[in-house]
C-alpha cells in the first residue's frame, strides 16, 4: 500500500485562481442584484448576476475548489473552505472525468456530484507534496478509476485508443522461420 501523501495548492496560484474570483463575484454579484432590482442594464445585470452566482456557488456551496488532497493510493480525501469530503475506492460507484492534459487539470464528479458536493475542479500542477512533487498520481488514479468502473464510455474509449497511439505497443522479435519468409520475400528475381 502506497504511503498517505498530502498535496496542498500553491498559495499563490490558489489566491489568484480561486480566491480572487471567488470574493470579486461575492462583490459584483451583490451590486448586479440592487442594480437589476432597480432596473439599470438589466439584461446585462441579469447576465452578471447568473454567472457570478454560479461562481459563489462552486466555492462556498459545493466547495468545488479543493486547496488540499490526501491521497494514499485507494482513498481520496479533499478539503475546501473548511469541508472535507472523503472517497474510499470502494465507495466511488460512479465517476466522470474531463481532462485536459496540458497542466494535469481535470473536472471530477464522483457519485453524481451535484450541487450538495461530488464535483471538483482539480488543478494537479499546482498542487504539491512536502517533497515538492504535484499531484500527478491523483490525476492518473482518476483516469484510472473511470477507466475501471466505466470502460464503455465513449470518452474513456477515446482515451485509451489516444494512449495505445502515442505509446504503442513493441513489436515482437521476429522468429528464425519469418526472418527467412522476408528474405525470401525480398530477393530480386534473376532474369
Known sequence: ????????YD?????????????????????????????????????????CAYSVVNSFLTHAYPRVVTFDGSDLTLESFGRVDSYPAESIRTISVRET???????????????????FFLSCADMHDEQGN????VY??????????????????????????????????MSKKQAKRLARAHVPVKE
Not at 500500500?1 to 496542498?8: C, E, G, L, S
Not at 470574493?23 to 439599470?40: D, N, P, R, T
Open 101 to 119: 492534459p496540458q497542466g494535469l487539470k481535470q473536472y471530477v464528479r464522483i457519485n453524481g456530484g451535484g450541487v450538495a458536493g461530488g464535483r
Open 134 to 137: 504535484d499531484a500527478r498520481d
Open 11 to 51: 498559495r499563490r496560484r490558489y489566491a489568484i485562481d480561486v480566491l480572487l474570483p471567488t470574493y470579486v463575484s461575492v462583490v459584483v454579484l451583490a451590486i448586479s442584484m440592487v442594480l437589476l432590482i432597480v432596473g439599470v442594464l438589466r439584461p446585462l445585470m441579469a447576465l452578471l448576476f447568473i454567472v
Open 140 to 173: 492518473t488514479y482518476l483516469l484510472d478509476t473511470e477507466n475501471r468502473l466505466h470502460p464503455d464510455n465513449l470518452r474513456v474509449q477515446a482515451r485509451v485508443r489516444r494512449e495505445q497511439e502515442m505509446f504503442p505497443p513493441e513489436p515482437r522479435p
Open 1 to 8: 500500500m502506497q504511503p498517505v501523501v498530502t498535496y496542498t
